[in-house]
Antibody, heavy 116, light 110 residues
Framework: EVQLVESGGGLVQPGGSLRLSCTVS????????MHWVRQAPGKGLVWVSR????????TYADSVKGRFTISRDNAKNTVHLQMNSLRAEDTAVYYC?????????WGQGTLVTVSS | QSVLTQPPSVSAAPGQKVTISCSGS????????VSWYQQLPGTAPKLLIY???KRPSGIPDRFSGSKSGTSATLGITGLQTGDEADYYC???????????FGTGTKVTVL
């Protein structure tokens, strides 16, 4: 069974940093592009970032460009999202998702709360 | 804020059919494939439809997708109480160079 498990969420003060991780099992991780998608409380889905299969190309939403960095370790089947200069509006559940057909598989999400 | 517009809610009785529209533009739906996702309460989204009208393995044929011009539609027939969820369309936007999702539609089974 395919599993994506996020970790690293929590409470952080405005201006602080957090590093999210997503560990994948049961498929060939190195063949898939990976994404981060977030969902603020009671709101819709918002795409955040993506990374290609070998980690050589990354793309970001304008709202996080210059503050967030996506990376991956294919040897450890893990994708990361380094989040710096966090703002209140970054508060959300962050999902990692794999893409082959589309956003095929999703993790259960990890909650990030930015508040003083 | 989203570039893809969906109706906030739709509803129908058990066994009936509902359709959910997703309206975009030439930079997104008009020139790219559309996907649809189901998000049951308190859970992560799940892929229902990809490439406008294809269903992943395990998705029942009660769910269907179509696209015409700059709009896409998700249809659900034989509505069940277990279909109560939020549904989102998604595609690539060539102008934004970003993946985009619709505003979301809540389906209620009366």
């Amino acid at each position: 069974e395919v599993q994506l498990v996020e970790s690293g969420g929590g409470l952080v003060q405005p201006g602080g940093s957090l590093r999210l991780s997503c560990t994948v099992s049961a498929f060939t991780f190195s063949s898939y592009w990976m994404h981060w998608v977030r969902q603020a409380p009671g709101k819709g889905l918002v795409w955040v970032s993506r990374i290609n299969s070998d980690g050589s190309a990354t793309t970001y939403a304008d709202s996080v460009k210059g503050r967030f960095t996506i990376s991956r370790d294919n040897a450890k089947n893990t994708v990361h999202l380094q989040m710096n200069s966090l703002r209140a509006e970054d508060t959300a559940v962050y999902y990692c998702a794999s893409s082959y057909l589309s956003f095929d598989y999703w993790g259960q999400g990890t909650l990030v709360t930015v508040s003083s | 804020q989203s570039v893809l517009t969906q109706p906030p809610s739709v509803s129908a009785a058990p066994g009936q059919k509902v359709t959910i529209s997703c309206s975009g533009s030439s930079s997104n739906i008009g020139n790219n494939y559309v996907s649809w996702y189901q998000q049951l309460p308190g859970t992560a989204p799940k892929l229902l439809i990809y490439d406008n009208n294809k269903r992943p393995s395990g998705i029942p044929d009660r769910f269907s997708g179509s696209k015409s011009g700059t709009s896409a539609t998700l249809g659900i027939t034989g509505l069940q109480t277990g279909d109560e969820a939020d549904y989102y369309c998604g595609t690539w936007d060539s102008s934004l160079s970003a993946d985009v999702f619709g505003t979301g539609t809540k389906v209620t089974v009366l």
